[in-house]
T-cell receptor, first 115, second 113 residues
């Protein structure tokens, strides 16, 4: 299995809602990532988990709360989002984070719209 | 501050020609540089990785060069096809601490028949 699966593919939520994005991989990767991508821009790194511990937080607002319950799963909990948070949220995984030779495998993304 | 810049304008070429995409970086000393392809509404897909001690890397119709003096990588697609139309992203990676894969601005390639 060489895939990263993200659910849901599309999510529409109000500013007062609480929702979650989910990501799963079964490649035995020990690093998992969340990226945010706005239209016509490159993906921007949000969080990195290594061995289920948060290793990098790129100063993301607390209304985004990541969680890594085990090495195969990564969640992004969303609460009190703003319309400007509407974007494509990409999950990725890699063998590790201690070498630049680690390549990332991305999921297809979750398209989030905040009304 | 660190910057990774790619051709800002879309690159339009005719089928069969060679496409050359540029990745320039400043305030980086990357030990690796990765290239990805992204189709609209999809996640990036890894294409090639080149190390700082490698001048050139090839894979089928793809070729990447890495010039640490010029702080530049070039990505070539020979005999381009309409199916090569996509956005191409570079990511130089330093070899210190936790590796953060940060993408360049991306170049949109359009190959017309």
């Amino acid at each position: 299995d060489t895939e990263v699966t993200q659910t849901p593919k599309h999510l529409v939520m109000g500013m007062t809602n609480k929702k979650s994005l989910k990501c799963e991989q079964h490649m035995g990767h020990r690093a998992m990532y969340w990226y945010k991508q706005k239209a016509k821009k490159p993906p921007e790194l949000m969080f990195v988990y290594s061995y289920e511990k948060l290793s990098i937080n790129e100063s993301v607002p607390s209304r985004f709360s990541p969680e890594c319950p085990n090495s195969s799963l990564l969640n992004l909990h969303l609460h009190a989002l703003q319309p400007e948070d509407s974007a494509l949220y990409l999950c990725a995984s890699s063998h590790g984070i201690l070498s630049g030779a680690n390549v990332l495998t991305f999921g297809a993304g979750s398209r989030l719209t905040v009304l | 501050s660190q910057k990774i810049e790619q051709n800002s304008e879309a690159l339009n070429i005719q089928e069969g020609k060679t496409a050359t995409l540029t990745c320039n970086y400043t305030n980086y000393s990357p030990a690796y540089l990765q290239w990805y392809r992204q189709d609209p509404g999809r996640g990036p897909v890894f294409l090639l990785l080149i190390r700082e001690n490698e001048k050139e890397k090839r894979k089928e119709r793809l070729k990447v060069t890495f010039d640490t003096t010029l702080k530049q990588s070039l990505f070539h697609i020979t005999a381009s096809q309409p199916a090569d139309s996509a956005t191409y992203l570079c990511a130089p990676i330093q070899n210190t601490g936790f590796q953060k894969l940060v993408f360049g601005t991306g170049t949109r390639l359009l190959v017309s028949p």
